[in-house]
């Protein structure tokens, strides 16, 4: 059995890769990793974990299947329903769980799903322990008894199981919270019209009513999940779609979400799209304006624009990059003490207020940003420039690709042509079987036509 989890947890196409039975094993495996014996005052207490979940159909069976898996082991597991993932992170914290699971599939199509878990605090989980997860669902599978954290179900029972919707206002104020209050005493938003996409997914509900909250008139688009529509033609990798609200409506801004709200990317009143780069860039110059950004430092992805590191070199603002990957953007956000990364996705990290990307909060405070300096979101995107950056996605056989000596050699001299004008980035997705083509230079026919002949490359490597 090759390593199940990827990138960003547990994913595929649900009741094919990721079955009901997958579900229930890895949650029992997951048990002792995630919640060892707990003795207080002389006696062993169950440990407790909170689950939530995106729109998907595949939702209902997969959590039942986790929720399963994590009674009969004698865990309390609380049920949080249909929430962004980065609520499922807060509350893992704010309810002292012993660990959160998430059922999503982020950008996926609907007929995927996912398996992701939070470790105490709402922290991402590091290899190694997922290492042990998988290494301990082998044992299950190969039917190795299950049994209690404690070795013994008799000593902390079954698992009680219990509705616990009412905790996302606790999630709700916690995102307002976070924000500044304005010197004139005004909700944070108060005079801005927003049309927020939701993608149909899991932030369809909170994220309008956090907005609303906030101050701002809010329109809301891709906020009727049925289960099946996740994702479709909406959200953050559609945002033709919430560019042509903004427009029809007169909105200041627009905001997309994607399906599970761990990210945000926005839309200017002109309709043109604001990506993670030029968000973070926004969201940085405000901190070091106010002497908030620790260590005058932000951390971002080797995908970052060329255009973004020069514009915070004109602020003085350094920046540390790592592999893709936001787990990544944490780790070095923690070792360093630094509190705002993220990726040119839309998946950025507040550290003062998340341990992970967080849509909802990310589009909260680059609003609350921009009225609280009095310029539109158009003047906000100019403070850097965006040089040319063609991304292609190749879908195939990524690993034999990977190991072709001819496409190395192809990556060679796309570099060599390139020079300090620009750069190549050849990355397997660690959720698709697809490999990354990014080409970035400051000329974008030449940026068009490398990356074109890369992809030719790969597509040769894949047969």
């Known amino acids: 059995m090759g390593r199940i989890f990827g990138t960003d947890g547990v994913r595929g196409v649900a009741g094919v890769e990721l079955t009901a039975q997958l579900a229930m094993d890895l949650a029992v495996a997951a048990v002792p990793v995630l919640a060892p014996v707990a003795a207080a005052s002389g006696h062993v207490r169950r440990p407790s974990a909170v689950i939530g979940r995106d729109s998907r159909a595949s939702g209902d069976f997969l959590e039942a299947a986790v929720v399963a898996g994590l009674a009969s082991s004698g865990v309390d597991v609380l049920r949080l329903g249909v929430i962004p993932t980065p609520g499922v992170a807060y509350l893992t914290g704010a309810l002292n769980a012993d660990f959160g699971v998430v059922l999503s599939a982020s950008h996926n199509p609907a007929a995927d799903n996912g398996i992701k878990f939070f470790g105490r605090s709402g922290v991402k989980l590091p290899d190694e322990t997922e290492d042990e997860i998988e290494a301990r669902l082998g044992a299950v599978r190969d039917g190795a008894p299950t049994a209690s954290p404690a070795g013994d179900p008799s000593a902390v029972g079954f698992g009680r199981v219990t509705d616990a919707y009412s905790a996302h206002e606790t999630y709700l104020d916690h995102l307002l919270a976070s924000l500044p209050t304005p010197a004139t005493g005004q909700a944070p938003l108060h005079g801005m019209r927003v049309v927020v996409d939701c993608a149909h997914g899991a932030a369809y509900s909170i994220g309008p009513r956090a907005l609303r909250r906030a101050g701002a008139e809010v329109i809301a688009i891709g906020a ?68 908030q950004l620790m260590g005058d430092t932000v951390v971002v992805t080797v995908m970052s624009n060329l255009g973004f590191h020069d514009a915070m070199r004109e602020s003085g603002i350094s920046v540390i990059e790592t592999p893709v990957g936001d787990k990544h953007v944490y780790a070095a956000m923690r070792d360093g003490g630094y509190i705002l990364g993220g990726e040119q996705s839309g998946h950025i990290i507040q550290m003062g207020h998340a341990t992970t990307g967080d849509g909802v909060l990310t589009g909260l405070h680059l609003l609350a940003a921009v009225n609280s300096i009095g310029i539109p979101v158009s003047a906000a995107a100019k403070m850097m420039t ?17 190991a072709d000596p001819a496409l190395a050699q192809a990556v060679s001299a796309a570099k060599s042509r390139l020079g300090d004008a620009g750069r190549v980035l050849l990355r397997p997705s660690g959720t698709e079987p697809v490999i990354r083509v990014m080409v970035e230079t400051r000329q974008s026919d030449v940026a068009e036509q490398v990356a074109g002949q890369l992809a030719d490359a790969v597509r040769l490597a894949m047969s």
């Open 224 to 291: 009727a999940p049925d289960g099946l529509n996740i994702n479709a033609s909406v959200g953050s990798t559609h945002l033709e779609t919430l560019a042509a609200a903004v427009l029809e409506h007169g909105a200041d801004a627009g905001l997309a979400f994607d399906g599970d709200a761990d990210r945000c990317l926005a839309i200017d009143g002109d309709g043109h799209p604001l990506d993670g780069d030029q968000i973070l860039a926004v969201l940085a110059s405000q901190l070091k304006r106010s002497n």
């Open 386 to 402: 965006r040089y040319p950056q063609v991304l292609i996605n190749v879908r195939g056989n990524k690993d034999r690709a990977m």
